[in-house]
């Protein structure tokens, strides 16, 4: 339904329900998928930001029926890993460093980091994104590398997202026990 607002016989306005009419230039992607292809992204926001973006694209992706939303978000994923590339290479903020930190003896079942760099699976997903915009797959290939994208991004998302360092009682260090110099 749509609500429109009309003039009734006093002039005052009134809102009332009119019967939604399919038109040649009806849009084809549903609102709330057409909203998250809005949301604006850049290489100055945060590395969380990103992710949460990315994060919701891809939960759509794997849910989505029509074939022109897919391909949105596909595109929208490939953008979004080109994005989340860049702010990789970034430093981490002071609020974010403060969220990715624990208190010393809490580390020591945290962190499993991954063998491969984040940049690399980063590379991964948006690599996945292509294949996928490519239509060149059969139906269950294409369910196939979806579900994959999904669960090599997950597995970036969450390694990105967990702790990585701790408050000691000379400061601040890597959960690893890397030194923390310029933190990216």
């Known amino acids: 339904m749509q609500l429109t607002r009309s003039h009734t016989m006093t002039g005052t306005d009134s809102n009332t329900f009119t019967q939604q009419k399919v038109t040649g230039t009806q849009n084809l992607i549903a609102g709330d998928i057409a909203a998250l292809l809005k949301i604006p992204m850049g290489a100055k926001d945060d590395l969380f930001y990103v992710l949460n973006v990315c994060r919701r694209c891809v939960g759509e992706l794997i849910e989505t029926d029509s074939h022109v939303e897919y391909i949105a978000l596909c595109g929208r994923l490939l953008a979004g890993f080109n994005v989340l590339r860049v702010v990789l290479d970034n430093p981490l903020p002071k609020y974010l460093i403060e ?56 597995m970036l998302d969450q390694d990105l997202k967990a702790p990585r360092f701790v408050r000691t009682k000379k400061g601040l260090a890597m959960i690893d026990g890397g030194i923390v110099s310029g933190v990216h």
């Open 99 to 154: 969220q990715l930190t624990v208190e010393e003896g809490y580390s020591e079942a945290l962190r499993t980091a991954l063998e491969t760099e984040s940049e690399t699976i980063c590379d991964y997903c948006a690599a996945l994104s292509m294949v996928l915009l490519n239509q060149q797959l059969s139906a269950g290939q294409q369910i196939q590398i979806t579900d994959l994208l999904y669960e090599v991004f997950i």
